[in-house]
Protein backbone atom coordinates (compact mmCIF):
# COMPACT_ATOMS: atom_id res chain seq x y z
CA UNK A 1 0.00 0.00 0.00
CA UNK A 2 1.43 3.80 -0.57
CA UNK A 3 1.15 6.10 2.02
CA UNK A 4 0.31 9.28 1.30
CA UNK A 5 1.80 12.15 2.86
CA UNK A 6 0.78 15.85 3.33
CA UNK A 7 2.73 18.70 4.46
CA UNK A 8 0.96 21.65 5.24
CA UNK A 9 2.28 25.51 6.18
CA UNK A 10 5.45 25.22 4.48
CA UNK A 11 5.89 29.05 5.73
CA UNK A 12 5.90 27.63 9.22
CA UNK A 13 7.80 24.26 8.47
CA UNK A 14 11.04 24.84 10.90
CA UNK A 15 14.66 25.50 9.50
CA UNK A 16 17.39 25.32 11.68
CA UNK A 17 21.21 24.87 11.85
CA UNK A 18 22.36 27.40 9.25
CA UNK A 19 26.04 26.89 7.99
CA UNK A 20 28.18 28.60 5.43
CA UNK A 21 26.61 28.17 1.63
CA UNK A 22 29.72 25.65 0.38
CA UNK A 23 29.54 27.51 -3.42
CA UNK A 24 29.21 31.18 -1.99
CA UNK A 25 30.54 34.28 -3.55
CA UNK A 26 29.48 36.49 -0.91
CA UNK A 27 31.25 35.98 2.27
CA UNK A 28 29.09 35.09 5.46
CA UNK A 29 26.30 33.53 3.29
CA UNK A 30 24.28 31.27 5.23
CA UNK A 31 21.96 28.17 3.97
CA UNK A 32 19.94 25.84 5.93
CA UNK A 33 17.59 22.81 4.95
CA UNK A 34 15.15 20.16 6.23
CA UNK A 35 14.34 17.26 3.73
CA UNK A 36 10.70 16.35 4.08
CA UNK A 37 10.24 13.19 1.85
CA UNK A 38 12.27 11.34 -0.31
CA UNK A 39 11.81 8.44 -2.69
CA UNK A 40 12.84 4.51 -1.70
CA UNK A 41 15.56 4.84 -4.80
CA UNK A 42 16.71 8.20 -3.73
CA UNK A 43 16.20 9.34 -6.48
CA UNK A 44 13.24 12.21 -5.55
CA UNK A 45 13.76 14.77 -3.11
CA UNK A 46 11.48 17.39 -1.19
CA UNK A 47 12.38 19.85 1.36
CA UNK A 48 12.75 23.52 2.14
CA UNK A 49 15.71 25.61 1.64
CA UNK A 50 16.78 28.83 3.04
CA UNK A 51 19.10 31.29 2.27
CA UNK A 52 20.92 34.51 3.14
CA UNK A 53 21.43 37.70 1.08
CA UNK A 54 24.50 37.29 -1.30
CA UNK A 55 25.53 35.18 -4.37
CA UNK A 56 26.13 31.69 -5.13
CA UNK A 57 27.21 29.60 -8.22
CA UNK A 58 24.78 26.52 -8.61
CA UNK A 59 25.27 23.02 -10.83
CA UNK A 60 22.47 20.85 -11.77
CA UNK A 61 24.29 18.35 -13.89
CA UNK A 62 22.48 15.20 -11.99
CA UNK A 63 19.70 16.03 -10.90
CA UNK A 64 16.95 18.62 -12.04
CA UNK A 65 14.85 20.90 -9.61
CA UNK A 66 11.85 22.70 -8.91
CA UNK A 67 11.38 25.72 -6.89
CA UNK A 68 8.83 27.30 -5.50
CA UNK A 69 9.04 29.93 -4.01
CA UNK A 70 7.85 31.10 -0.33
CA UNK A 71 9.01 34.11 0.51
CA UNK A 72 12.07 36.09 -0.27
CA UNK A 73 13.58 37.27 -3.20
CA UNK A 74 16.33 36.03 -5.87
CA UNK A 75 17.59 36.33 -9.29
CA UNK A 76 18.84 33.11 -11.54
CA UNK A 77 20.81 33.35 -14.57
CA UNK A 78 22.72 31.13 -16.83
CA UNK A 79 26.23 30.45 -16.06
CA UNK A 80 27.37 32.68 -18.91
CA UNK A 81 25.05 35.63 -17.79
CA UNK A 82 21.98 34.62 -20.07
CA UNK A 83 18.44 34.15 -19.83
CA UNK A 84 17.97 35.97 -15.70
CA UNK A 85 14.67 35.57 -13.92
CA UNK A 86 13.48 37.47 -10.73
CA UNK A 87 12.33 35.77 -8.60
CA UNK A 88 9.85 36.25 -5.07
CA UNK A 89 6.63 34.34 -3.30
CA UNK A 90 3.85 31.98 -5.26
CA UNK A 91 6.95 31.97 -8.69
CA UNK A 92 8.28 28.21 -9.75
CA UNK A 93 11.55 27.99 -11.31
CA UNK A 94 12.45 24.85 -13.46
CA UNK A 95 16.13 24.22 -13.58
CA UNK A 96 16.39 20.94 -15.98
CA UNK A 97 19.53 18.49 -15.53
CA UNK A 98 21.78 20.23 -16.97
CA UNK A 99 21.44 23.70 -15.89
CA UNK A 100 24.56 25.65 -13.81
CA UNK A 101 24.08 29.20 -13.12
CA UNK A 102 24.10 31.65 -10.55
CA UNK A 103 21.71 33.03 -7.82
CA UNK A 104 21.55 36.06 -6.59
CA UNK A 105 19.42 36.22 -2.85
CA UNK A 106 18.20 39.96 -2.79
CA UNK A 107 16.10 39.31 0.42
CA UNK A 108 16.32 36.09 2.80
CA UNK A 109 14.47 33.20 0.52
CA UNK A 110 12.73 30.24 1.17
CA UNK A 111 11.50 28.06 -1.25
CA UNK A 112 10.15 24.30 -1.36
CA UNK A 113 12.36 21.98 -3.45
CA UNK A 114 12.46 19.15 -5.50
CA UNK A 115 15.30 17.34 -6.58
CA UNK A 116 14.74 14.60 -8.96
CA UNK A 117 18.19 12.69 -10.13
CA UNK A 118 18.28 10.74 -13.21
CA UNK A 119 19.46 6.38 -13.03
Not at 37 to 47: P, Q
Not at 68 to 83: K, L, M, Q, R
Request: proline share 4%; with cysteine.
Amino acid sequence: MIDLQTFKNLDAVEVKNFNPKPTTLTKGQEEAAVQLWASEDGLTKIGVWECTPGEFTADRSTAGEYCHIISGSASVENHDGSNARNLGPGDLLVLPIGWKGNWTIHEHIRKLYILQASN
